[in-house]
């Protein structure tokens, strides 16, 4: 498309030319060359009427601190989120079409972002005790493991049969 434009506007080709040489429609070429497309100018490819509050970047930085909560055990709902990003939001004068009386990112925006990252989980968080969240690491579930393997070699048990307790 940058190219089309660019031989129209440069070169003087007419639209129909360019848009064969190019693979663009003509319409939409003459749209971009005139400016008369409201979202889309130039080579900017815009879909649908629906745009990205937060850049990729920002996006990447809200995932971590949504993982990093998880981390060390703080469940973040789909309230929370909604709440952080409209937050975020206001506090960066990023323009947004959140809910100010509820002050709260949209429910589709919610349905979007975990489209585009799939890696973090909303869920309703459980309460963990301190000493449980503690006991969880890598040496005592190694341990249990290894308790296991020990019990196994002397009498097999298939797996149907092993419970966790």
Wanted: glycine letters at 4%; one cysteine or more; hydrophobic letters at 40%.
């Amino acid at each position: 498309m940058q190219r089309a434009i660019e031989a129209v506007k440069n070169d003087g080709m007419a639209y129909s030319t360019a848009a064969k040489i190019f693979s663009v429609p003509r319409n939409t070429l003459k749209r971009r060359v005139l400016d008369k497309n409201v979202d889309a100018k130039s080579n900017k490819k815009v879909l649908g009427k629906y745009r990205p509050v937060f850049t990729e970047e920002q996006e990447a930085e809200l995932v971590r601190h949504v993982l990093d909560l998880e981390v060390r055990f703080f469940g973040v709902t789909i309230l929370d989120l909604r709440s952080l990003a409209y937050n975020l939001a206001v506090q960066n004068g990023i323009p947004n079409n959140f809910n100010r009386e509820k002050k709260l990112a949209g429910l589709d925006w919610v349905a979007g972002f975990r489209d585009r990252h799939p890696e973090i989980s909303l869920r309703k968080p459980e309460q963990t005790s301190a000493a449980r969240a503690q006991a969880f690491n890598k040496h005592n579930v190694t341990r249990c493991f290894n308790i296991l393997k020990d019990v196994q070699e002397k009498q097999f048990h298939p797996a149907h049969r092993v419970f966790n307790v």
